[in-house]
């Protein structure tokens, strides 16, 4: 049945007041839950008008931009790159991209930095549609200090131009704007069209005067926005033609809040506006023009991350999941253990020493088990882990020379609850002198695993712990504790003392350095409550190297030593 949706326009200026009647086309197409399509039409002015509305609440759903040399036309691009539905992108000349384009972690094209006006240079900060790691969405003015992810700021205000202005401003700076933190994917365009559910058409401020791009003149249009209920709109306007005239900036952005759209952002339009589903197109563009960069909704694999861990547990050997068996265990003088206890030795010999770790499995799946030790030129480098696991017994034997003071993979194997099923570290090893058991950390990205409650007990002191994996390539979790309530106390004069109980939020600080102290990145700042946390750091755009980090909360200041290798 088809459902018929009655929007009124109601603008400033009275040319605009009329009315679209929209239908939703949805069954025209083989579309996966989540992606619907409305076509609307208009007597007068003629218009016909497209849009896709995509839930992002559904989890298999994201946008993802994509660019290509030489230039396809969206109905070919879509296909080519197995997402659902698509529109153009942003502008271009020839097969150069002049609106950003960014994949995860990588940016493949810039929003221009300048553009040319009387015969000068003037620097813009131009507009961009982001998704965040989180799937949240934003429409920002945003600007590029270099030619990563993290060198993207984003800038509360375009720069302040007037229409056909003379003098160019100076360049936008660093300290204007802040770091666009969590972008995960996005494509740039011009202007914006909606901030904060209001008509905000930036025109003259991100100078699309003189760029062949009209204000209010109906002209094909294409746009994206968002809602506040995380819908993602893909909406292009026909025009040009007998039977559908197009549409000013102020009149689609009007278009995009009778939509819900909290925020928007127009894209390329004229002979580029094109929507098309698969390989077909969904409105009747004016040209149909080749473009090198398209918007699409595809499903979540298309951006490649890496999959969600579902289970996690680490046990150390000071944790009551582990024991030491059998005597002559000693602990090393060696830093670099897991946890707050040193790793323990022993002397190699006939397999009756050793350490034995007691996981408790969440459910029958695969669990992938790494090993964390101390190395030393003394250590064994046949030392053997046993796993016994639902299908038997597998023994892994490791060089413990090697690769120390980080997450090293042993193997992935099945468990189940069962509790017969643990991990062994044996002191029959052959080669070498001492065995080392520190730690060993438990994963699984099954989804009939449930996330592990790491502490139940409140932490009693501050400790930062090492990254894993170390050294890492590209993203490392680190993770850290924060006290109780901390006692103090003070002495009266008849001798008694009173204590007293700190601020239970504690500010707490963790930074990133490189070997010069320079500082590359804040991974926290701001108050927390006593708790176990992680943070991930993602050093994609770091160069081979070692690089420090520090966790810092009143006169409590660590420092700890990651690696990145590339």
């Known amino acids: 049945m088809k459902k018929y949706i009655l929007v009124s326009l109601l603008f400033a200026s009275i040319t605009f007041s009329q009315t679209i009647t929209w239908t939703e086309i949805t069954s025209n197409y083989n579309l996966p839950s989540g992606i619907k399509v409305f076509q609307g039409d208009r007597a007068t002015p003629k218009l016909k008008i497209f849009y896709i509305d995509a839930d992002m609440n559904n989890p298999d759903l994201v946008i993802h931009p994509y660019i290509t040399s030489p230039n396809k036309l969206v109905k070919d691009f879509v296909p080519f790159v197995g997402a659902y539905a698509g529109v153009n992108g942003g502008f271009f000349g020839g097969s150069t991209s002049y609106s950003a384009v960014v994949y995860p972690y990588e940016v493949k094209a810039q ?228 946890g707050t206890t040193p790793s323990q030795l022993h002397a190699i010999g006939d397999g009756s020493a050793y350490a034995e770790f007691r996981p408790q499995f969440p459910a029958d799946a695969n669990y992938e088990v790494y090993g964390w030790w101390v190395s030393s030129s003394n250590r064994c480098q046949d030392t053997p882990f046993i796993i016994r696991h639902k299908n038997g017994i597998d023994t892994v034997r490791v060089n413990q020379v090697q690769n120390g003071s980080m997450w090293s993979y042993i193997g992935t194997y099945n468990f189940s609850p069962d509790t017969s099923q643990k991990i062994f570290i044996s002191n029959a090893g052959t080669t070498g002198t001492y065995i080392v058991a520190d730690a060993i950390r438990i994963i699984s990205y099954d989804p009939a695993t449930p996330v592990e409650e790491e502490i139940n007990s409140i932490p009693s002191e501050f400790i930062l712990y090492q990254n894993y994996p170390n050294p890492f390539n590209p993203v490392t979790k680190i993770r850290y504790s924060v006290p109780n309530a901390i006692l103090s106390s003070s002495k009266d004069e008849g001798n008694k003392f009173t204590f007293h109980q700190a601020q239970s939020d504690k500010k707490v600080i963790m930074k990133v350095y490189d070997v010069l102290g320079k500082e590359i990145a804040t991974l926290v700042n701001e108050e927390k409550p006593a708790g176990i946390y992680e943070v991930e750091f993602d050093g994609r755009n770091l160069s081979t190297g070692i690089y420090f980090y520090q966790l810092r909360s009143g006169s409590f200041v660590e420092t700890k030593k990651l690696t990145i290798i590339k």
């Open 111 to 338: 929003n221009v930095a300048a553009v040319t006006r009387f015969s000068q240079s003037y620097p813009v900060i131009r507009s961009f549609f982001g998704m965040k790691a989180d799937k949240t969405f934003n429409v920002e003015w945003i600007y590029h200090f270099g030619n990563n992810v993290n060198d993207i700021y984003k800038f509360s205000a375009p720069m302040p131009y007037t229409n056909n202005q003379q003098t160019p401003l100076p360049p936008p700076q660093q300290s204007a704007g802040t770091v666009y933190s969590n972008l995960l994917v996005g494509i740039g365009g011009a202007p914006t069209l909606v901030k904060n559910g209001q008509v905000n058409v930036t025109y003259d401020q991100e100078i699309m005067w003189g760029s062949g791009v009209g204000y209010d003149n109906r002209d094909p249009r294409t746009a994206v926005g968002y809602t506040a209920n995380n819908h993602v709109i893909l909406i292009v306007a026909d025009g040009r033609q007998i039977n559908s005239e197009g549409v000013g900036l102020p009149e689609l952005a009007q278009i995009m809040i009778d939509l819900g759209c909290v925020e928007a952002m127009n894209l390329d339009g004229g002979g580029s506006t094109q929507m098309a589903i698969g390989n077909q197109y969904v409105n009747n563009p004016s040209e149909q023009r080749a473009v090198p960069t398209i918007l699409t909704i595809t499903h979540k694999d298309s951006l490649h991350l890496p999959p969600t861990i579902q289970f996690e547990k680490i046990i150390d050997t000071g944790d009551p999941e582990c024991s030491l068996v059998g005597g002559g265990w000693f602990a090393s003088a060696n830093s670099g253990w897991w």
